[in-house]
Every structure is written in C-alpha cells, then in structure tokens.
C-alpha cells in the first residue's frame, strides 16, 4: 500500500498529495515532487551579545571550516555587474555552538535566546516558528535566516508518519518534495497574494546526502505596476531565496539557512553576497555534546 501511495504523491500537486497521506500509512521512501508553496515571512527580536574569549574561540574553529565549504560548492554562479564593489563580508559564530556562516558586514545579526523565541527541541515551533537568527538589510529588504526543527517534525506536521532512517536526504525521499516541506514549514503561517514556487532545475543534494539545495521565486502582487515601472524601472516585483538545509548536526535536527533579496538587487553584486552567505553556513557536529 505504501508503494502505491508514493507513486501516486508523484504525480499529485503538493497540496493534495499531503492532504491524502495520513499517520495510518507509514511511507518510508517518504515523498515525491511538486512546486507551488506559501510566501515567506521573517521575524525580530532582541540584538545578540556574545562573550569574547568564546567568540574567539569559536571563530578560530569556524573559520576554517567556512572557507573548505565555500571553496567545495557546486552552487551555479550568479551574473553581475562587475563594476561593482563586492559587499565586504563578516563572519558570525553561533554562541552555543551550533552553527557558522558568512553574512555582509552591514547586516544587522540576530540571535534569538529569549525563552519562548527559540523553537522547541521536540516540535521545532516556538514564538517566532522555528526561527533561531536573522541578519538583514531592512532598507534594501534583503534577509538571512536560519532555521532549526526536529526532522521527524517535518514529515509529521504534514500528516506523514516518519519511520526508518533520516539521518539523510535521500533516505527521507525525493529532493524537491523534501525541499516544498521545508518552505511550506517556514512559508505557512504567511497571509498574503504572493505566489511562490520552486525554480525548476534548483534541488541537489551534495554526495553524502546530508545537504540540500534549493532556490525559490515569490511573485508579489503590484497595486500600481505604471508607478513602479516609473519609480523603479521595473513592472513587477520577483524575491529570490537560496535556501540550503543540513543534516550535519548529527542529532535528530535539520537546520536551514535562507538568503533572499528582490530580482533587481539579487542580480548584482548583493546576489554574490547572498550565495556567500548560503555556501559559507556550516552546521556543526552535535552527536557527542
């Protein structure tokens, strides 16, 4: 019955095909493809402080082990303007250890520790979702986040009852259903007329199975697309998202780390910044703490 069940969720738009699987039916070779998903949405809280001999400390561990995943990544390269200035990067180091990443100096960085704010280690969902940073330009509406949630939790929440091995992707299912769960889980509690699908082509997974990549397109809504074009150049608004999930953490946990900006600001030197940001973010090792 199984089998049969996941034949079919490939062939079957993502909505319908979750709205058919229930917790009666365990499916091992969990899921199947499809692109439509919910807009993104982001969240604030307090700025984040941290002590500096363990700042230190960390930085010289993350360092690097930052600089091996960006030379070792098979991100496709983004076109610009090569006139530019590249943004000057920064590198941030979680505090409790659990991750590292890349984010433009001129990011504000946020790191949630408020009791409620962080998700729970058993559900993944707390005040802000599963959401534990945010770094941002406000001004240019460019955002970094990173999420943490309880792999079961992914498969669970959308009535698909998790069994056998997901210490990997390709042991969870097909990529680019794995992918439209995690952006579903970020994306659904968003109200708005934006659209967002997957861009065709985006979903890899890197050979041990514990990375997956993706990239989004939202589509937003324009009241007045003749003003815009006049202000802007631009008729239509598109926000772009690189999105990277991983299973390195090595304790039951999938952390993902997404980077967006609009169409205009993503084709050029921001976008390179942006990428940097999504291939520098590693999640650490947290089977033997």
């Given amino acids: 019955m199984t089998k049969i069940i996941l034949k079919l969720l490939a062939f079957m738009p993502l ?11 365990p499916a091992p070779a969990l899921l199947s493809s499809s692109l439509h998903v919910s807009a993104s949405s982001f969240s604030k809280t307090t700025l984040f402080q941290t002590k500096e001999g363990r700042r230190n400390f960390l930085e010289s561990v993350f360092t690097s082990a930052i600089a091996s995943v960006t030379v070792a990544s098979a991100a496709p390269a983004i076109a610009v303007d090569i006139t530019s200035a590249p943004v000057e990067m920064k590198t941030f180091v979680d505090p409790k250890g659990l991750f590292a990443l890349n984010i433009p100096k001129g990011f504000f960085a946020i790191r949630r520790t408020a009791k409620g704010d962080l998700p729970d280690e058993k559900t993944g969902k707390g005040r802000r979702g599963s959401s534990i940073f945010t770094a941002g330009d406000m001004g240019k509406a460019e955002v970094i986040a990173v999420e943490r949630f309880p792999t079961f939790a992914l498969l669970a929440d959308e009535g698909i009852t998790p ?40 979903v890899s997974v890197s050979e041990d199975g514990l990375t997956l990549r993706f990239e989004m ?72 703490n």
């Fill in 217 to 288: 397109a939202t589509e937003i809504d324009v009241q007045k697309p003749e003003l815009l074009l006049e202000q802007t150049g631009v008729s239509e608004l598109k926000r772009i998202t690189l999105a990277k999930a991983t299973l390195t953490s090595a304790d039951g946990q999938m952390l993902a780390v997404f980077a967006s900006a609009l169409q205009q600001d993503f084709d050029g030197v921001d976008g390179v910044a942006l990428k940097d940001a999504v291939d520098s973010f590693v999640a650490t090792d947290q089977s033997k």
């Fill in 163 to 202: 069994v056998g091995d997901l210490s990997s992707f390709p042991s969870i299912g097909d990529p680019t259903a794995v992918a439209n769960l995690i952006a579903l889980r970020r994306d659904k509690d968003k109200k708005g007329q934006a659209r967002t699908f997957l861009v065709p082509n985006s």
């Fill in 15 to 25: 909505a319908t095909a979750f709205q058919s699987v229930t917790t009666k039916h």
